[in-house]
């Protein structure tokens, strides 16, 4: 099932994220999926650094006071 | 009858008395009431069975022998001569004719009292213990931060002021809110005001996050009011924690066993009080390094994963892509050989063939020595086919010739 990224949050886009990448690993992944599962594994990796440098500044803010 | 007038009746008790009493005598007696009155001490001294009052004897030192027992025994004279003190006198008896029999007292043993003193302490210790009261207070537990400090002392006590200035100068910048209640902190009239402060500070209970009594320095038996059943037992029981600053060196008093901690002096208090905020602020700052710590721990742990998997995809997919075509050139290969293989197969099947249609060639078969027969251009294959006049034409390795069957 594929996602609208509105759904989407840390810790459903990791285990998607997981899902395609244990995927490939296992070779389970087509030729015919292939660049479709890619390009949705490194856009979730985008949205993971994003949620992270989002929660670190937030952090940083709270921690400073 | 001889009749006597009042005054030689007393004047003859007083021969009597000065007879059977010429030297003075030790007496030990409850002092009941005690006042002063130009610089001499006036006293009720009692004996009491229960509650009642079995004896009762007037009593007197005059300031001169004050003076002197001052400064044989020191200040002590002045704790031990209150209100309900178990005493030990040296006395002369004394009658005068006008103001009847009186103690006159020349000396005290303060050993004595304080050994009476000590004994109700004790009483009360076991008293107490076998009311599970020591240690009662102790098990309430601090708030976090103590801010709202409730102190009874007295108005006057330097400690008072000590404990105000000890925490308003704390290096931390902590600020306390204190609530100040008086009572008095030396004599007989420290057990009723004491009580009925604790029962103010009950009323307002849950405004205050503790009690402190404090009082400055002073004599021993100074202390004798903190070791009253009443008011132990209202601080056992209090539902604040009690901490007690009543300054005093070496000697602990119930109040002290009975608190939630006791410390030696004010300023020692107000320190202790601090300590424990510093202790809670420094556990707050662990937290806060706790969570810094661990967060960037665990930021990097989930970048390191999200690293990996970015990883990943930059060489497994091209790494697929690899493996599928060497797949189709191992195809492509296996199909050249493959039909390598076929031809050359069917080309040795129609070899043989071809072997095989030559050898079975009529020719071939002519010159093995076979001949063929056959009547109006069709081949004979059987006798009976064959009648006598009949034309056959037989062929033969080097060609044909006619005959006629007989």
Redesign the interface.
């Known amino acids: 099932m594929k996602k609208t990224n509105n759904d989407l949050n840390y810790e459903t886009a990791?285990s998607e994220?997981?899902s395609i990448?244990s995927a490939?690993?296992n070779?389970e992944?087509g030729?015919d999926e292939?660049?479709e599962k890619?390009k949705r594994?490194?856009e979730l990796?985008r949205f993971?650094?994003e949620k992270?440098r989002k929660?670190?500044e937030d952090?940083e803010d709270v921690?400073s006071v | 009858l001889k009749t006597y007038s009042l005054y030689e009746l007393n004047e003859f008790l007083l021969r009597v008395i000065a007879l059977n009493f010429s030297e003075p005598l030790w007496v030990t007696a409850e002092i009941g009431q005690i006042g002063v009155s130009q610089g001499h001490t006036y006293l009720d001294l009692l004996q009491k069975e229960g509650d009642t009052i079995i004896a009762q004897q007037r009593a007197a030192i005059w300031a001169v022998d004050l003076r002197r027992i001052k400064n044989n025994i020191g200040s002590i004279v002045q704790d031990i001569l209150q209100e309900g003190m178990e005493v030990k006198i040296k006395a002369r008896v004394n009658f005068h004719e006008r103001y009847g029999l009186k103690l006159i007292i020349d000396d005290i043993d303060p050993t004595y009292t304080i050994g009476k003193l000590q004994i109700s302490k004790q009483q009360l210790i076991s008293e107490l213990q076998k009311l599970q009261l020591i240690g009662k207070n102790a098990a309430l537990p601090l708030p976090s931060v103590i801010q709202r400090i409730a102190v009874i002392s007295s108005e006057t006590a330097a400690g008072w002021q000590d404990f105000k200035n000890h925490l308003r100068e704390n290096m931390y910048g902590y600020t306390f809110e204190t609530h100040f209640f008086h009572s008095t902190m030396q004599g007989n009239a420290v057990e009723k005001e004491l009580t009925a402060q604790l029962i103010n500070i009950q009323k307002d209970i849950h405004r205050f996050d503790c009690l402190v009594i404090i009082r400055g320095g002073g004599a021993k038996l100074d202390l004798v009011a903190f070791d009253t059943p009443s008011v132990c037992k209202a601080v056992a029981t209090f539902s604040l924690p009690v901490f007690t600053g009543i300054g005093h060196e070496i000697d602990q008093t119930v109040l002290d066993m009975v608190a939630h901690s006791s410390l030696k002096t004010p300023t020692a208090v107000a320190d202790f009080i601090i300590q424990h905020n510093v202790q809670f602020e420094s556990s707050v700052n662990e937290s806060?390094r706790f969570?810094?710590f661990y967060?960037k721990n665990r930021?990097s742990t989930?970048?390191g994963?999200?690293t990996k998997?970015?990883d990943?995809?930059k060489y497994?997919?091209a790494q697929?892509?690899d493996f599928?075509s060497f797949n189709l050139k191992n195809y492509t290969i296996f199909l050249k050989q493959h039909l390598q293989q076929k031809i050359k197969f069917e080309k040795s099947q129609i070899e043989n063939l071809e072997k095989i249609a030559s050898f079975l060639s009529v020719e071939s078969t002519l010159k093995r020595g076979f001949s063929i027969i056959r009547k109006n251009s069709k081949i004979v294959q059987s006798k009976f086919e064959l009648h006598a006049e009949d034309i056959i034409e037989i062929e033969l390795k080097d060609g044909a010739t006619s005959s006629k069957i007989l």
Do not use: F, Y
């Open positions: 990791m994220l997981q990448v490939l690993q070779d992944i030729v292939l660049s890619v594994a490194t990796i993971c650094r992270l929660v670190e952090m921690l | 806060a969570i810094q967060l930021l989930e970048g994963v999200l998997a970015e990943m995809l497994k997919p697929i892509l599928q």
